[in-house]
């Protein structure tokens, strides 16, 4: 567990808790206005895989609510390991106190860790200060297209 401030902590989750998924519907539903189609067995399967790593920001002046989280995603193809952040949520009610700041350097050091050199994430425009926080922590913005197959 990493410490960012006195009163936050960066943990990686080790197992698929009620508590967890509960404070994970409640903060996904702020990342996203689509319906969530998130189980208690999605949780497990995430949390069991060798190819994900969920972190939460917990903050002890709240008792140690999960005020944050993000998923780091492990990619392993012929061309190296590479690693992909994901679905990265503060709570609405914690924004600007350095979270998100701290779980994303949490996952680089972790993916460091592993050996992997390359992270990639995307990031609506939209969300203009995670873009600035991003860009300052050094992801620079590829050219590139981006596809996605729904079926």
Same mark, same amino acid.
């Not at 960066?10 to 996203?32: C, D, F, P, R």
């Given at each position: 567990?990493?410490?960012?401030?006195?009163?936050?902590?960066?943990?990686?989750?080790?197992?698929?808790?009620?508590?967890?998924?509960?404070?994970?519907?409640?903060?996904?539903?702020?990342?996203?206005?689509?319906?969530?189609a998130f189980s208690q067995k999605d949780l497990?399967?995430?949390v069991a895989s060798n190819s994900s790593i969920?972190?939460?920001?917990?903050?002890?002046?709240?008792?140690?609510?999960?005020? +944050?989280?993000?998923?780091?995603?492990?990619?392993?193809?012929?061309?190296?390991?590479?690693?992909?952040?994901?679905?990265?949520?503060?709570?609405?009610?914690?924004? +600007?106190?350095?979270?998100?700041?701290?779980?994303?350097?949490?996952?680089?050091?972790?993916?460091?860790?592993?050996?992997?050199?390359?992270?990639?994430?995307?990031?609506?425009?939209?969300?203009?200060?995670?873009?600035?926080?991003?860009?300052?922590?050094?992801?620079?913005?590829?050219?590139?297209?981006?596809?996605?197959?729904?079926?």
């Open positions: 567990m990493n410490k960012i401030k006195s009163n936050i902590s960066i943990k990686e989750v080790k197992e698929a808790s009620k508590e967890i998924y509960n404070a994970m519907i409640e903060l996904l539903s702020q990342l996203t206005s689509s319906e969530l497990e399967r995430i969920l972190f939460t920001a917990l903050d002890e002046t709240l008792n140690n609510k999960i005020v +944050g989280i993000l998923t780091l995603a492990i990619i392993d193809i012929p061309t190296g390991m590479l690693a992909k952040i994901e679905d990265v949520v503060v709570d609405k009610t914690a924004r +600007g106190r350095g979270i998100g700041e701290a779980i994303t350097l949490a996952a680089i050091q972790r993916a460091k860790e592993l050996g992997i050199t390359k992270i990639d994430l995307t990031s609506n425009p939209k969300r203009e200060a995670a873009n600035r926080l991003y860009q300052r922590l050094g992801f620079k913005q590829r050219t590139t297209n981006v596809y996605r197959y729904e079926d």
